[in-house]
């Protein structure tokens, strides 16, 4: 989930992308880690956000017993956090495992991340690239998406 990684390939290609938007700024000073430029579906921007659980952390123990169960739970979390943002951008969590697993919705953005890439770029491996990337367990590197 390299989020500098993901803007400067996004960049190279042409794809338009910001770090963020002050209008997704929240009253307690928080916002999504990002937000495309340009309309991702229905005319919407998409706005995102980006974490990374320790699935083996005591917090966690109980809700890490099924795989995913954590990387869910944390986009939950953001979800709820962020459920205030204007219309203007539709919402999309990403959360990743140290150990691996990846969000549900997280897992269908980075097919349709890659699938985009793939059109501007014509590289058929730009979907592999999405999810090598977003297993890299680092918050540094997965701190911005598109």
Known sequence: MSLGFRKVGMVWRSIPSIKESSELVRDDSKCPDG???IPWLAGK?????VTIVNTVAESYIS??????????????RKSAKYSSLPS????????SE???????TGITFFAELGRRLTDVSGDPRETA????????PSKMI???VV
């Open 35 to 37: 937000s495309t430029l």
């Open 45 to 49: 921007s998409l706005a995102r956000d």
């Open 63 to 76: 809700i890490s017993t099924s795989p995913g169960g954590t990387a869910e739970h944390a986009a939950a």
């Open 88 to 95: 203007s951008h539709i919402f999309q969590p990403l959360a």
């Open 98 to 104: 140290t150990l691996g697993p990846i969000n549900t």
């Open 129 to 136: 690239y999405q999810f090598a990337l977003s297993n890299y």
């Open 142 to 144: 997965c701190a911005v």
